[in-house]
């Protein structure tokens, strides 16, 4: 129990680090060449991790959703980086509230499930909170701000990378920790490749823009997602996926006071309000089901 708080405090901490490095890359960087890159180092890491690799003894069922989670997890880290390149950490990390908005949505078209009192409740707080956090340049709210691209992005990014959470806890319960991870970083990079590929990248004028700043950032983006990417594959095997999902909401928090420090972006004390008004909203949904 003690290793599983652990491990759900670490990745509360460790997600908006990574945020914080990539949106920092993206200063120098195009999103997909830092999306590219950051995976590939993971992979050559993970390449080590499974070198004595059991391939014949793995159910074809980790293949299969290792492959669609790699899929999904290329796309919604390149939109939260391409989100990022655009648009305020302090307002990019509470939108991940939405979520369960979404969850609620799919749930509704898919199987008919409706929500209780509690998840209404827990939308109209979303909402709510979204007032405070959401910036349009003026005081009032209106729902003109989901046409900012970078708000957009963040949010279809949520919706990929909210179907991959649900294939990682399939591949971890056909394979285990250490599999799981090397999937994620492997299939990953494999999806990213084409992405970067289409997206005619200058590579030679990316890699100019190297130095040894950058390549410590690159370095600090790779341990904070391995380090995330390890936390959240724990909690998942411990635990059901939307509690867990519910409880790493605690981190939209941190995604605005590092907005703040890191970044020095306006509106700090609104924020974090709207941001805990998210965060109780996301909780009633998920938890209270």
Known sequence: MIILVLAIVTRIIANPISNVFQKQLTNKHHPLFVNFVSYGILSLVSIFLILDFPFNTIPTNFWYYSL?????????????????QKGELSVLGPINAYKSIVGIIFAFLLIGELPNAWGLFGVVLIIVGSYFVLDNGTDQFTWAVFKQPAIQYRI?????????????????????????????????????????????????????????????????????????VLCTNYAFKNMQVGTALALFQISILLTVLFGHHFFNEKGILKKITGAMIMIAGSLLIILLK
């Open 68 to 84: 669609i989670g790699g899929l999904f997890g290329a796309l919604g880290n390149g939109f939260i980086i391409k989100a990022l």
């Open 156 to 228: 279809v990014a949520l919706v990929f990378t909210g179907i991959q959470a649900v294939t990682d806890k399939q591949v971890i319960l056909h394979s285990n920790l250490t599999y799981a991870f090397a999937g994620w970083c492997i299939f990953g990079f494999l999806f990213s490749i084409p992405l970067f590929l289409v997206s005619r990248i200058n590579i030679r004028q990316q890699l100019s823009h190297f130095s040894k700043k950058i390549t410590l950032t690159y370095l600090g983006l790779c341990l904070s997602v391995g380090i995330m």
